[in-house]
């Protein structure tokens, strides 16, 4: 049996087949004992953006689901959502989810799931996609597939996991 009890990163990711259009969304989970948990999903009518949410909210449900309270860097080649969960949204909630120009913020309902997940503990990362890193890779090919309609075989371990 793997020693899954400790993390050392998760990579996020989503993708669209046309914007909008149908999506999928890719995570995985790294420890330190080279264990590989992988998750995904798809939605027939979403944005690249909603997809790339999504891939977090599933990194942020999988920490609370399997009690993981260290440290933890979270990837993601989403400008959009690391900013957006470490800037933006401290101003979007004062202003009663409105946007500097007092435009109501897109996606407010799975900002508010990020929100509600995300905790001091998680490092959010901004790693640039398609420049061969590896966790970034994994999961864009996990989610491009869900994107098009494919199940791809994905690596998982039995929960919990610690």
């Known amino acids: 049996m793997a020693d899954c009890s400790k993390i050392q990163a998760i990579y996020t990711d989503g993708a669209c087949s046309g914007n909008p259009g149908p999506g999928g969304w890719g ?22 953006n909603q997809m790339e949410m999504q891939a977090a909210i599933a990194a942020l449900q999988f920490l609370k689901d399997v009690s993981y309270t260290d440290p933890i860097e979270l ?19 004062k202003k009663g989810w409105k946007t500097s120009t007092g435009k ?53 371990l039995p929960l919990p996991l610690v």
């Open 27 to 48: 995570t995985v989970v790294y420890f330190v004992d080279g264990s590989v948990h992988e998750m995904g999903g798809v939605k027939t009518h979403t944005t690249n």
């Open 75 to 93: 990837y993601t080649d989403s400008e959009y959502v690391k900013n957006g969960i470490t800037q933006w949204i401290h101003g979007w909630k």
């Open 104 to 156: 109501p913020v897109l996606n407010p309902e799975l900002w508010q799931q990020l929100d509600a997940l995300n905790s001091p503990k998680v490092q959010w990362r901004y790693v640039r996609g398609h420049t061969g890193n590896v966790g970034n890779e994994r999961c864009d090919v996990i989610a491009r597939a869900f994107s098009l309609g494919k199940v791809p075989p994905l690596k998982q």
